[in-house]
């Protein structure tokens, strides 16, 4: 029965690498399948590529039309600013304008109370003139 399965059962392999009875199998892998497979998957995502960029397109138009109808009420207010505080538009050119002017402050000479005869000097000019005159000290033991 052997026999019938393996041709050369009988014969003795005529090498070291010549088995007779060792077979491979030669329906394996269906490679146009596989391919076949591929090629639709790719056709299936272009497809549905495509219809994503329709649809897209097509809310992309609808919102645009419906944008573009304004409210009566809005259009006749014009550019009207909102109430106070508002937010800051700018904020690092607000702070660099906030120190530009405190530095001006600190450094230049002005009146703080023209009637009460307070004005103010540059830091530098008080450091000098508190050097020179010393920081008031208590009277008394403690």
Sequence with gaps: ??????????????GPTDNVEVHHEESDVNI??????G?????????VHVAILLL?????SRASQQAAAAYPLATQQGER??????????????LAALRT????????????????????????????????RGLPARQGGR
Excluded at 8 to 13: C, F, K, V
Excluded at 39 to 47: M, P, Q, R
């Design 81 to 94: 600013l909102p109430p106070e505080p508002r937010l800051q538009t700018e904020p690092r050119e607000d």
């Design 39 to 47: 090629a639709g998957l790719i056709a299936v995502a272009i497809v």
């Design 101 to 132: 002017r405190e530095d001006e402050t600190l450094s230049s000479y002005g009146w703080v109370d023209r009637n009460a005869g307070v004005v103010r000097i540059p830091i530098d000019r008080a450091m000098e003139l508190t050097l020179q």
């Design 56 to 60: 897209f397109n097509f809310f992309d």
């Design 1 to 14: 029965m052997a026999e019938l399965h393996h041709p050369h059962a009988g014969e003795m392999p005529h």
């Design 32 to 37: 146009r399948a596989i391919f076949g497979f």
